[in-house]
Nanobody, 117 residues
């Protein structure tokens, strides 16, 4: 599964960014079989889950981003989004899009988010 992510950048603390990920080669019916997620990896750290969303819209968030980030998906356009508000310096990381189905896990290239204090 090819995933293309975009939307990273440099933002001041308290600002917002919106990440987007698309799966251009999947057809609609296949895209909906995947749980789509966003992960992040801070410098020197491990890759950890930020949020994920099922095809029906059920969401799951990591504690540090609860209430500030919102994950959503557009199945018809095969996209998943991560709206990030009230960003903090500790949100600085490379963010990765993921498509998971059973034991299958597909990663897109990361997009860097840098939050300055």
């Amino acid at each position: 599964v090819q995933l293309q992510a975009s939307g990273g950048g440099l933002v001041q603390a308290g600002g917002s960014l919106r990440l987007s990920c698309r799966a251009p080669r999947l057809i609609f019916s296949t895209f909906t079989t995947y749980v789509m997620g966003w992960y992040r990896q801070a410098p020197g750290g491990e890759r950890v889950l930020v949020a994920d969303i099922t095809s029906s819209g059920a969401t799951n968030y990591a504690g540090p981003v609860q209430g500030r980030f919102t994950i959503s998906r557009d199945n018809s356009n095969k996209r998943v989004y991560l709206q990030m508000n009230n960003l903090k310096p500790e949100d600085t990381a490379v963010y990765y899009c993921n498509a998971a189905r059973g034991t299958e896990s597909n990663w897109g290239p990361g997009t860097l988010v840098t939050v300055s204090s």
